[in-house]
């Protein structure tokens, strides 16, 4: 009987690995939540929006970086954040402008949008690719590690090591931070209320004043903004290839989705369910259920539910079981 | 009657741009384009069925054409009876187990009344039961996938006529619809796309990791046909005697002759599905499900038993997109489960139909003739861009740059031809009325 | 050159999806050997080689299929170098090559199931069936003492072959596999896989996967939550991006990648580097450039362009009797073969086709050291 | 508009009265000279002609509809007549291809709706006119979207006035009764503090209580300086409350006269007062 | 006959219908009244099969038909019309009233693929009912319109219409009236009148016009807070105190102040 251990072994593989991975998607999946709240459609290129972001973060990092600028334990890539928000919401805006407007105008059916911003995330995709390759490019720096398994081992003799990567406990706290900035911006600030109405009803919205072009803007950008933190974040974790990116998009609608669209806080709900059930159901409980029993004792087998391989079946899946106990996600998202 | 005329006229330009393929390339290209356009029409036939007719928003187009690749070879390669033996019959038997302990834990929630007995008594049965199937299961799919695993491992298939695949595919597509269907048809718009889509990605990790199924990523290759092979034409005599009196080599006569067979087969399918179609469509059948479509619960009002409309055309659309993915897999002539991803077999089905114009069948098999088109051109249509702009330039780094990137110049092309059409004509090419 | 003396070969790779980052450098690489070829001005009396690309997607299997087509009956190619997935491979070969008979030699494609595959005497390929890798692989860590292991490797057919083919051949020799758990390219988390495999535990991870897809995230994953510290990595791992990520991090971890005790791999090397082509080492450069030189070879050696005719000289070039021949030697190679004379290709990657027309697999044994990839003997 | 004996000038020697900022000068639309006599009404919908959509048929033909300062002018007419149409032609939601529609002389035919609302126009769509999503606070917060100044003492005086309102305000009004909605939709329109309010059918679906204390309320807001034009089926108390009454019959313009001459009509009443 | 035994159906914690009894007999023009949130839409829900009940039941000719789905009911004979109107818009006028018999030929796929001559009969005598539907509701020239595109009051028509379409026993109409012009509404009335007389169907009438009401009601119901308030003949309701204050009023207050 070894709790402790049992413990940590848990946390190293299960708990602190799908909190991190859980943020990354709740904030991917914030800006897809955003796009179908407010603009009303499933936007496909978000995956590529991100990428394109990140790319620019990662671009003006290698300047910074060549330049020795840096951010001490923290990565340079943080300074260059506001860079990369501002190409992404130009090239949104500039999307917006030449691309999406005309569906507007012309009232579009949501589905009509969605198959835009396929070819939107195909252009996208090719401008990414065009710019910096399709390989995987590396721009983390900084301390890696808040808490890393061999120095926890170290400072505490235990068997088992728990790791708590800077990048994750960045992204915990911008997700959880993000969230609750934009729940109150939505639900208590005049211009978040007014692009609510204008998602609702778009020719009273009219009709109260409210400028639906402005409305849009500011949809783009938060969603710009969002899009490239969430790229950023998720590049520093893992590394950035667009590849990679264009794959995010089906966890991060899964998230968007099971959470509820067009709500933020099921956004963040919705990132944990996907990121928990990846991890935890093809988890094998070997090791931790070996601490949990008598001294010496083993099982045999590896106590796993499924093998790995079902892991995005499993995630599917308890997706499924979800939706079909809240039809609407867990917050009770909208449907057009 | 100009509607008549632009339809006319439509059909003609994508007729005319395959006909250009082969008087620039070659007929085998234009051929080759032309068989997968067929199959890709009837794929966008069963999405039209299940969005334009009944507003169904169904993104698991790939899970129902993989399982008709599944029917393809559970039907027409040769079976491989040491596999039964070694534990073919003993995964049928877990399977039917398995099934079994579902039913049995459905009846149990429909029983029992309501309360922590049933949620007990329910968790210990399906506990017990998925012990008791992967105890029966798993030392059978060791068994058989033991044996022979680089060129078999997996219990083969009936040796059947591979043709007989395909109405069994769309019978396969349309099973696994129906359970989906009953499970997730109560959900709406974007709730049910994900669902199914993540059936449809169940499906694939199905095919995927069960090698004793179709032996999984290791691929089942060289699919009987049900038209000859090439090889053997021009090893016949009277063949190369034939086309040589119509002045051909036996290679290019060949390949033209299959796929010209293929191509026979293909129309005909298309031409009874979209009969069937356009009659279900333009008929009181019709009438209701675009009711249906409009508002729900108005038509629930009026008498129409929604969930089981949606349950039918749900099915029916599955079966399609079933038949023509067993179409697909014989053309092929093998089944690579790795090669399933949703950009190709669902996003781009949604965009042939959309394209070409929802609600409307005809516009599906436009949509699907002309998307498969330029999928399958824009890449040396990107080349050729690439090599344009290159073309003036020295050479240096830029240039080279730029060449390298000609590849992705496939996907902007793709995606620039997608919304010049989409912008042309924001309801498809031919609208619903 | 005239008409008459231009030869087009089909280069088709996935350009564009999941191993796009991996076949510019393929593609340089077989291009390179035909761009020799045409400044030789020996095959066929003053021929020009003109490469013709295509994108074979590595996973679609018809847009593969009609980008052959397109090559064979518009382009008018004469053989094909490629393609480079299994599964893609597998397709163009029964559809396209078969059909048309055009012969088709792939640098990379090694699910054992293609040994099996009907070719009509038309499909070779450069790169090793995997089923010989995993014995090598086994062999290496037994005599290293390693005796039990957790597997990972990327869900297609050349990973689980690969890892089918382990498995085996480390049980014969009395290794334990704790577990196997397949990991999907490109996703965007494995935390579940490296979870999964910790809880197995063992001495060390083989990963068979690739080295800029899935498998660094494995190894990051890995050496973060401080889950295995040695790696075991096939070749499909092996590339210079891994001493870029990870360096000394995993020194101690071995691997494995075709080749033979030969000069033709530094030579490879560094006419990749006088190329100037990125990412050159990566995996299947060198097996690119041999598919190539050895349908040229072939031609010439057939004195002929028709695939029908030079198909049956591969096997002829490739394997002995008669002069050895290292990568930027194919004009000597022309030459002797325009004289009648026999010769040996080795090429960069120690070519010797054996069976139905695949390399024999001499391996190279690498362990990392310092953060480099070192080589430590062939086998 | 030559068959319409009704149109006189009525209620224009009013509007000189009400009408402080002066006389608009009039500008007849294209081929349309005969509508001369609304011209100095605070709000004016000159001989419209137009549909919806680029290419559909023409709903208005030569409609004119106009209400002077702090008055009422109600608009009834069978279904399908152009009522709602004539509305939204005022409110610059559809194209119209002939005449012009004027605010306190000025011509605002060219503006958006949005621009129209900045100008002191407020609308209440007959349907789709509250947002459903939104909690019923929220929706009359939208309707004082343009305010910059405090809205709460207006807002007291609509729950004052709907108190089943106050008593919902933190509801999604998509979850209200068909009259509760009708309530809000009113109430997020006299947010607005319009200087012209159009209602289109205000009082479809309240109850007879709430319907009197509407009206009640509308004539207060009209007294207060406010143009009120509605349609209403209701037609009989709004003739009675109304300063004028138009009768729109298939886009046209039929009678036109004050409330209780229309009232008086036994043509009109018996062919679309309910006899 | 229609019979309402306590019946309950709650939003969250908000009752809506909080124990409402009522029985509707055979052959009656039921009036049904109320204020604003009465909850007489929701009771007309829950009894159309729409919403489930908290609890309760519904007996119709005694037969416990609680919980059963619209279309069920629909072929037992119960028909009602929403409120909000639901039209299927992108189908014609005339389409939209074809659609509604239930049991077509043409309904079912073999025939469509096998039947065609049949179907086309039946065609044929569907489109002659529907056109004597529109022409019955004075908008037979909006018989090829899309459903989609006509005015509020004439959507509210074909929603009546739909019920003319078939031998109903029982309809439930949610506020015909609110948006209909009255000179239309009056003959209306006459028709349900006669309906009611001729083919004996019963009708439920929420309504807020009392002239209506007037018309053709007998027996009315009021409603309010979710409970019936009153019942009785139109001359007992209108004198009930209750109802006066919760419903009726007294009558515009500003009303000699107009026309200044
Ligand atoms: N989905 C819902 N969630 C919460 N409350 C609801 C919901 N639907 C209705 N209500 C409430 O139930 C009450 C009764 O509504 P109902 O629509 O039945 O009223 P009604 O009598 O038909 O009124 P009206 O005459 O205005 O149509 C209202 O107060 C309404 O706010
Ligand atoms: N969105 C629309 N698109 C096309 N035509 C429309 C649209 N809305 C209404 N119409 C047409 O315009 C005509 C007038 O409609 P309108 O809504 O103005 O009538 P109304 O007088 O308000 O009637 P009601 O009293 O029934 O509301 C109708 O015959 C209808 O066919
Ligand atoms: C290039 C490699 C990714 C190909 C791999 N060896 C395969 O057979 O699929
Ligand atoms: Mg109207
Ligand atoms: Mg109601």
Known sequence: MDLLHAFLTLANFVLVPAIAYGSQLAIGALGVTLIYGILRFSNFAHGDTMAFGTMVVVLVTWWFQSMGIHLGPLPTALLALPVGIAACAALVLVTDRAVYRFYRAQKAKPVILVIVSMGVMFIMNSLVRFIIGPDEQRFADGERFILSARDFKAMTGLDEGLTIKTTQGITVITAVVVVAALFWFLNKTRTGKSMRAYSDNEDLALLSGINPERVVVITWLIVAALATVAGTLYGLDKSFKPFTYFQLLLPIFASAIVGGLGNPLGAIAGGFVIAFSEVTVTYAWKKVLAYLGPEGWSPDGLVQLLSTDYKFAVSFAILLVVLLFKPTGLFKGKSV | MSDTGKKIGLFAIVGGLILLTGVMQSWNSALLILNMGLISAIMALGVNLQWGFAGLFNVGVMGFVALGGLAAVLVSSSPIPEAWSAGGFQIIGALVLGLAVIVAAAVLYKKMPKGIARTLALLALLIVGFVVYRAVFDPAVEAVEAINPAAAGNIGGLGLPVLLAWPVGGLLAAGAAWVIGKTALGLRSDYLAIATLGIAEIIIAVMKNEDWLARGVKNVIGLPRPVPYEVDLQNSASFVERAASLGMDPTTASTLWVKGLYAVLFTVVLLIILWMAQMALHSPWGRMMRAIRDNETAAEAMGKDVTRRHLQIFILGSAVCGIAGAMMTTLDGQLTPGTYNPLRFTFLIWVMVIVGGSGNNLGAVLGGFLIWFLWVQVEPMGLWVMQTITSGMSDGPLKNHLLDSAAHMRLLTMGVVLLAVLRFSPRGLIPEK | GSHGNEVKLGVILGFTGPIESLTPAMAAGAELAMAEVSASGKLMGGAKVTPVRADSTCVDAGAATAAAERLITSEGVKGIMGADCSGVTGAILANVAVPNGVVMISPSATSPALTAAEDNGLFFRTAPSDARQGQVLADVLMEKGIKSVAVTYTNNDYGKGLADSFAAAYAAVGGTVTTTAAHEDGKADYSAEVGALAAAGGDALVVAGYVDQGGPGIIRASLDAGAFETFVLPDGMIGGALETTFGAEINGSIGTVPGTESEGATMMAKMIADAGIAGGDGPYVGESYDAAALILLAMQAAGSTEPGDYKAKVMDVANAPGEKIYPGELAKALEILAGGGDIDYVGATAVELIGPGEAAGGYREIEIKDGKLTTVKYR | ?275 | MIVVEDLHKHFGGFHAVDGASLRIETGSITGLIGPNGAGKTTLFNVIAGVLEPTSGRVIMDGEDITGLPPHALFHKGLLRTFQIAHEFGSMTCRENLMMVPGGQLGETLWNTWFGRKRIADEERALRAKADEVLEFLTIEHIADLKAGEVSGGQKKLLELGRTMMVDAKIVFLDEVGAGVNRTLLYTIADAIKQLNKERGYTFVVIEHDMDFIDKICDPVICMAEGKVLAEGSLAEIKANEQVIEAYLGTGLKNKDKVGA
């Open chain 4, 1 to 275: 508009m030559s068959k319409n004996p009704y149109q006189d000038d009525h209620g224009n020697k009013d509007a000189s009265i009400t009408n402080p900022q002066g006389r608009a000068e009039f500008q007849p639309a294209p081929g349309t000279g005969a509508a001369a006599h609304t011209g100095d009404a605070f709000l004016i919908g000159d001989s419209m002609t137009g549909g919806y959509g680029k290419t559909g048929p023409d709903i208005l033909h030569d409609c004119t509809i106009a209400v002077n300062k702090g008055e009422i002018a109600v608009i009834v007419g069978p279904n399908g007549a152009g009522k709602s149409t004539a509305m939204k032609a005022t409110f610059g939601m559809l194209n119209l291809r002939k005449g012009s529609v004027r605010l306190d002389g000025e011509d605002i035919t060219g503006l958006s709706p949005q621009d129209r609302v900045i100008k002191g126009m407020g609308f209440v769509p007959q349907t789709h006119n509250i947002f459903t999503s939104m909690t019923v606070e929220e929706n009359l917060e939208m309707g004082a979207f343009i305010r910059r100044d405090d809205y709460k003492g207006t807002m007291a005086q609509v729950y004052d006035l709907f108190p089943i309102l106050k008593e919902k305000r933190r509801q999604p009004a998509g979850e209200l009764s068909g009259g509760q909605r009708q309530q809000v939709a009113v109430g997020r329109a006299l947010m607005t503090r319009p200087k012209v309010l159009l209602l289109d059918e205000p009082t479809a679906g309240v109850s007879p209580i709430v319907m009197d204390e509407l009206f009640d309320r509308i004539i207060e807001v009209a007294r207060t300086g406010i143009s009120i034009l509605m349609v209403e089926q209701n037609a009989r108390q709004a003739l009675e409350i109304a300063d004028k009454g138009y009768v729109l019959v298939q886009g046209a313009n039929a009678h036109t006269g004050t409330g209780k001459d229309l009232l008086a009509d036994p043509e009109v009443r018996r062919s679309f007062l309910g006899g």
